[in-house]
């Protein structure tokens, strides 16, 4: 508990200062093991899948390289024991608000179109995580064509920053008191 409260005080307070170690119950932990869960659900992360994801980890959650590489090992591992999404997705709906979760699905497809395209495997488990999170059909379709969208513009453009398309996470405040 103790650890949780550390991690959204220092969230708030905008400290740069990573932690050595990432709490179970860190919102960034599950948040990540979704991210790890798309880019490996095909039973082999590509390339492209893993450099999206440690750009992604260290941008939206303005970890340095290390304390990125940390919380991706330790988002595999929390990946690997699950048994099922709801307890990342249970976490996730208890400590952001609606434009945080939507984040995610957000990071979910961006992670899904990292390889160039989307498989079933990867569309399914959007999906599922976006009925877990309480995101609509309709915003999972829109936040899928947005990043399509963002994805296929910079294939033919100089690669912009991923905040230019997706908006810095900094920006989506974890729910008050939870």
Same mark, same amino acid.
């Given at each position: 508990?103790?650890?949780?409260?550390? /991690?959204?005080?220092?969230?708030?307070? $905008?400290?740069?200062?990573?932690?050595?170690?990432?709490?179970?119950?860190?919102?960034?932990? +599950?948040? +990540?093991?979704?991210?790890?869960?798309? +880019?490996?659900?095909?039973?082999?992360?590509?390339?492209?899948?893993?450099?999206?994801?440690?750009?992604?980890?260290?941008?939206?959650?303005?970890?340095?390289?290390?304390? #990125?590489?940390?919380?991706?090992?330790? +988002?595999?591992?929390?990946?690997?024991?699950?048994?099922?999404?709801?307890?990342?997705? %249970?976490?996730?709906?208890?400590?952001?608000?609606?434009?945080?979760?939507?984040?995610?699905?957000?990071?979910? =497809?961006?992670?899904?179109?990292?390889?160039?395209?989307?498989? !079933?495997?990867?569309? /399914?488990?959007? =999906?599922?995580?976006?009925?877990?999170?309480?995101? #609509?059909?309709? !915003?999972?379709?829109?936040?899928?064509?947005?990043?399509?969208?963002?994805?296929?513009?910079? %294939?033919?453009?100089?690669?912009?920053?991923?905040?230019?398309?997706?908006?810095? =996470? #900094?920006?989506?405040?974890?729910?008050? $008191?939870?």
């Amino acid at each position: 508990m103790f650890e949780a409260l550390k /991690n959204l005080v220092t969230d708030l307070v $905008g400290d740069e200062a990573a932690p050595r170690a990432f709490a179970e119950d860190d919102y960034r932990v +599950a948040a +990540a093991a979704l991210l790890v869960h798309v +880019a490996d659900i095909d039973g082999e992360m590509a390339a492209p899948e893993r450099q999206r994801l440690k750009s992604l980890i260290a941008q939206r959650f303005g970890l340095d390289p290390v304390a #990125s590489a940390r919380l991706i090992a330790t +988002a595999e591992r929390a990946d690997r024991e699950s048994v099922d999404l709801y307890h990342f997705t %249970s976490l996730l709906k208890r400590a952001l608000d609606e434009p945080g979760r939507r984040k995610v699905i957000e990071m979910m =497809w961006d992670i899904a179109y990292a390889d160039g395209r989307v498989g !079933e495997f990867e569309e /399914n488990v959007v =999906w599922r995580v976006a009925e877990l999170l309480g995101i #609509s059909s309709r !915003e999972r379709i829109a936040l899928r064509q947005e990043v399509a969208a963002a994805q296929a513009h910079a %294939s033919r453009a100089p690669q912009p920053a991923a905040e230019e398309f997706i908006g810095p =996470w #900094s920006a989506v405040k974890p729910v008050a $008191g939870r």
